[in-house]
């Protein structure tokens, strides 16, 4: 069984930064694809970014594109989502998601296991 621990969320002016950690137990964290989703009130959750399993194929929402780096390190089980120059409309709660598989992506239905969310409130 894999549990996905997700922290870092806050309160943050638009323009601000936050980084979000995902911290993973279990034996596959190395050998799966990690991926960042987010959902708004009311809508849809929604793709952020992927990393696979080493760390060199990365893919954003073009929402988060040259705002938003995602990695990872491997030897402490973790994901990461760097957030730059945050806007209003970057308000959510974001999850971390992973696919023992690989195949990570920009689908939702890839993602094998869930983490239960960090709030991230940016405040105009």
């Known amino acids: 069984q894999v549990q996905l621990v997700e922290s870092g969320g806050g309160l943050v002016q638009a323009g601000g930064s936050l980084r979000l950690s995902c911290a993973a137990s279990?034996?596959?964290?190395?050998?799966?694809?990690m991926g960042w989703f987010r959902q708004a009130p009311g809508k849809e959750r929604e793709f952020v970014a992927t990393i696979g399993w080493s760390g060199g194929n990365t893919y954003y929402a073009d929402s988060v594109k040259g705002r938003f780096t995602i990695s990872r390190d491997n030897a402490k089980n973790t994901v990461y989502l760097q957030m730059n120059s945050l806007k209003p409309e970057d308000t959510a709660i974001y999850y971390c998601a992973l696919d023992y598989r690989g195949r990570g992506g920009p689908s939702r239905w890839a993602y094998d296991y869930w983490g239960q969310g960090t709030q991230v409130t940016v405040s105009s």
């Open positions: 279990g034996r596959t964290f190395s050998s799966s694809s």
